[in-house]
């Protein structure tokens, strides 16, 4: 698809669809847009009409204008109220846009919409992932495409000529969000520790970044006891994945991102049972997805960060040699733990990647994880948890995720709560009560950091989405690629 800024008035644009914005408490037709009715005899009124179009944000009504006309389809898209207008509402209006061009059957689509606050770069950038993350579809695993209707092929952003930088940077953002959702969507026996490894390869060679990936032996003499522990009854080997990006010249900050990488998560002994998910635990491994989305995305965009992307990658599987429950494990900073439960894998994953993420002296990690159940019982599949013992790296956060849509929810960290994770034989247990189970798993994980900087989210309802919403269709969504790019380029509104 070719995406494109242009000054043509959507007057004078010609072409399949033209899609124009409308917001909530303006609807009645104006200036040009009642220029435009006009020249479509009327059908603009019509349709606003007989559709009770409200302009409600989301909401997009489409239908075809007479013979003669310069397009073939207009498609109104609403906007909601003018009051709060945000960036994201311009993102899901380019992406309400692109479904419906391509619901309509059009191959050209003209798409206008208001600049927020003047900004017109991050405007465009905007309607530009949202048109580019709508428009994507995944059929690597079909035959055939359950879609065979025409493609929508070029995609005329109006009345934003000379930001083509901005669309530059939407796609080259939106690749790692689309790297991501493959790398989720894809099954346990398609992507392996072993593919996580291949694909942070790739981008190493394709970009200029450097990789290093410890084998088990290389984790062994690290003493990396707990992310050994849950590899051991794999038929796989671990990979431990650490690719760096850096920048030319001095760097002005040093960042860690880890992603949890359980390319498939049986439970282990304590086995997952049937009715639990365990079908969807191939997407054990969206925080490693998003951290290897975002350095595809970070090493195009360049920015003045040294940024050290790091994942535990293996499976949790069953075997002769499984970890026992009840075993104990020592981690690489030394500390011991009782394993209670063996589908508590993931913190011990990142026990020992965020021990190693400290020892390379950047001033602050950040872990992205689908780590508990509980985190999704409490803020259900949209939202993500934040845990962060800095507030200041809690609020770059949250302004990070602000500005790409993503959402995130500041829990506590209350450290009362760890009584519940003492051990009589060990330094800890890797698990704790069922109340609080995402605050006991962030409370785990804050004893393998000393004293950088950190935050952990647990992504585990918001990277798969059962229902289509907005820019996402139904399967993997690339949560939190945005939210890491925003936050190394120190983007906010
Ligand atoms: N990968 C799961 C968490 C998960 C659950 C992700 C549902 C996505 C959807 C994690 O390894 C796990 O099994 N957590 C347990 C922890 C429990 C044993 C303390 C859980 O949440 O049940
Ligand atoms: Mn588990
Ligand atoms: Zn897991």
Redesign the pocket.
């Known amino acids: 698809m070719d995406l494109r800024v242009t000054d043509t008035s959507y007057l004078e644009w010609s072409g399949d669809a033209l899609a124009v914005g409308l917001f909530e408490d303006q609807i009645e037709l104006s200036g040009d847009l009642a220029v435009l009715d006009e020249q479509l005899a009327g059908t603009v009124k019509e349709l606003i009409a007989e559709t009770e179009f409200k302009g409600k944000e989301g909401n997009s009504v489409a239908t075809r204008v007479g013979s003669g006309t310069k397009i073939r389809k207009i498609v109104l898209v609403g906007l909601g109220k003018v009051d709060d207008f945000k960036l994201e509402r311009l993102r899901r209006a380019g992406a309400a846009s692109a479904r419906s061009a391509k619901k309509e059957k059009c191959k050209t689509l003209g798409i206008t919409l208001p600049i927020l606050g003047g900004d017109a770069a991050a405007s465009a950038q905007a309607i530009a992932e949202g048109v580019e993350l709508a428009l994507y579809q995944d059929t690597r695993f079909k035959s055939e495409p359950d879609d065979k209707g025409p493609r929508v092929e070029q995609v005329d952003l109006l009345g934003l000529a000379g930001q083509d930088a901005a669309i530059t940077r939407a796609r080259q953002i939106c690749s790692g969000v689309i790297l991501a959702r493959e790398l989720v969507a894809a099954p346990a026996n398609i992507v392996t520790p072993i593919t996580l490894a291949e694909t942070a390869s790739a981008i190493a060679q394709e970009y200029g970044l450097e990789l290093e990936i410890l084998e088990r032996e290389d984790c062994e003499k690290l003493g990396m006891g707990a992310y050994l522990g849950v590899a051991q009854a794999s038929d796989l080997p671990p990979k431990f994945i650490h690719l760096t990006y850096k920048p030319e010249g001095t760097p002005r900050r040093k960042l860690a991102i880890i992603g949890?990488g359980?390319t498939f998560?049986s439970?282990g002994l304590?086995i997952?049972v049937s009715g639990?998910?365990i079908e969807?635990?191939k997407?054990?491994m969206g925080g490693a997805g998003a951290t290897l989305g975002a350095a595809k995305a970070i090493a195009q965009l360049k920015p003045d960060v040294e940024v050290h992307f790091i994942s535990a990658a293996t499976e949790?599987m069953i075997s002769g040699h499984a970890m026992h429950p009840g075993d104990i494990l020592t981690a690489s900073n030394g500390k011991t733990i009782e394993i209670n439960?063996t589908?508590?894998?993931?913190r011990l994953t990142l026990a020992d990647a965020l021990v190693f993420a400290e020892k390379l002296g950047v001033e602050a990690i950040v872990d992205l994880a689908?780590?508990?159940?509980?985190?999704?019982i409490a803020l259900g599949d949209d939202i993500a948890g934040l845990w962060s013992p800095s507030d200041d790296l809690a609020n770059q956060l949250l302004t990070a995720s602000e500005t790409s849509g993503e959402k995130l929810w500041r829990m506590p960290m209350e450290e009362k709560y760890f009584e519940g994770m003492k051990s009589v034989v060990a330094d800890m247990k890797?698990?704790?009560p069922?109340p609080g189970?995402a605050i006991?798993?962030a409370l785990f994980l804050k004893q393998f950091i000393k004293n950088t900087a950190w935050a952990h989210l647990d992504v585990?309802?918001p990277?798969?989405a059962d229902k289509e919403n907005s820019y996402n269709s139904v399967g993997a969504t690339g949560f939190g690629v945005r939210i890491l790019v925003n936050w190394v380029l120190g983007t906010g509104l």
């Not at 589908?343 to 993931?346: M, R």
Request: proline letters at 0%; glycine letters at 20%; aromatic letters at 2%.
């Open positions: 949890k359980l998560d439970g304590n997952k639990s998910g969807m635990m997407t054990d949790n439960n589908d508590a894998e993931g689908t780590l508990t159940g509980a985190c999704v890797n698990t704790g069922r189970g006991t798993a585990a309802g990277v798969w």
